[in-house]
């Protein structure tokens, strides 16, 4: 009996012996990296006398707009909370959760979503997102194909996105435009010209943090190879539809000068006007006809159109 035993204890203690060296010959997943520190912005003095009293707000300097040494400032600290906070998540082993919450957040949005038609010329333009697809495409379709939506002939006719996609034209699609620009896709001005034939759009540039022109021949869909340039602000085009006009900022984000790009030629785009006051702006726009366009030429006390 005590025999038995003994060896019954022997079995058991093997047993325990074999289970911890199958524990311990287990890869161990490394160690999470310890959170970095939280990044301070730079604090400058700015005391304000109001009433009798003395106020002091060392980050008053991020309300400099027209600063370009504390924009730039701005700017970096900017990148440094961006990284902080993808070390926190990564210090936590978070960040395979955000991704797990941006997939099921976009699992609930209606796949082929798209915004109402809207009609210039001959066209009928919109924008709609593919199933499973982060960015919209920009499309367009003939009007004529569409008369009882258009005319309002017959209030219950709607517009099928579905089954129509065959006849309809992809114009820009902006998950390429956001493999070219990094990730990102970030249109803030787009013109079609007036004969439907090009259309001229800026996007931002997440590595030179500012937004790039391009111009798309819309019979082809390539890019044209002119005009590019960077730090644009407003676009127009000219009746014919082959003359863009485009205005650029300076380092200060003034818009201070206007070009005239003509597609198709091989000259340097032309300066049609160039304002040295750093206290007056420009911009420009078209007629609602397309026969003219204006020039406003404005500060924070007059403003002027010719």
Known sequence: MLRRSSLAAATVARRLIHRRAGRASK????????????????????????????????????????????????????????????????SLGADRSVRKLQIEMASRLASDLSTPA?????????????????????????????????SNKDPSAGFDFTSGKKIEQKLIDYNQEAERFGGYSYEELSEVSPNHNFIAYTMFDKEKDLFTLLVRDLTTGILLDR?????????????????????????????????????????????????????IYLSIRNTKDFSFIAVNIFSDSSSKAQ
């Open 27 to 90: 890869p161990q997943s490394p160690p999470l990296p310890p959170p970095p520190s939280l990044p301070k912005p730079p604090q400058k003095p700015n005391p304000v006398s109001l009433h009798g009293e003395t106020l002091h707000d060392p980050y008053a300097w991020m309300t400099a707009l027209s600063d370009t040494v504390a924009m730039r400032h701005m700017d970096l600290h900017v990148e440094q909370e961006d990284k902080y906070t993808e070390a926190v998540f990564a």
């Open 227 to 279: 005009p590019r340039a960077d730090r644009v602000a407003g676009l127009c085009w000219a009746m014919n539809g082959r003359a863009l006009l485009y205005t650029l900022i300076n380092d200060d984000w003034r818009p201070y000068r206007i070009y005239c790009s003509v597609l198709g030629s091989n000259e340097d785009d032309t300066i049609i006007l160039e304002e040295a006051d750093e206290n």
């Open 118 to 150: 809207v009609r210039w010329g001959p066209w009928l333009y919109y924008r709609r997102v593919e199933e499973g697809k982060q960015y919209p495409v920009l499309c367009r379709r003939k009007a004529s194909l569409h008369e009882a939506f258009v």
